[in-house]
Nanobody
């Protein structure tokens, strides 16, 4: 099971850190990603991190503002979001798939496990 947390209301220009914690299994051999879904829109890829943490990938819309990281001891992946904009308002989901190659996966159907989502609202 994946548990996403950290969402809330934040003003434009502010920061927020989301957490994705795994229970019942270890993340150690999994690529973990964050996706988001804004009201009335499709779920989209935000960022991913390889099992080793060596490879990270970002959507162009968040590059330079968001940072994904993982803490293996806590079996948790984080998404640090800075310079938030109203366009970042969405429900954020974490997802995981087994992978040892550090490849880039950005499609929903490439992930096997999903968290329940945490809502981020950015006010202008």
């Amino acid at each position: 099971q994946l548990q996403a947390s950290g969402g809330g209301l934040v003003q434009a220009g502010g920061s927020r850190r989301l957490s994705c914690a795994a229970s019942g299994r270890t993340f150690s051999t999994y690529t973990v990603a964050w996706f988001r879904q804004a009201p009335g829109k499709e779920r989209e890829f935000v960022a991913s991190i390889s099992w080793s943490g060596s490879n990270t990938y970002y959507a162009d819309s968040v590059k330079g503002r968001f940072a994904i990281s993982r803490e293996k001891v806590k079996n948790t992946v984080y998404l640090q979001m800075n310079s938030l904009q109203p366009g970042d308002t969405a429900v954020y989901y974490c997802a995981a798939r087994r992978d040892m190659d550090g490849r880039y996966y950005s499609q929903l159907d490439e992930y096997d496990y999903w968290g329940q989502g945490t809502e981020v609202t950015v006010s202008s």
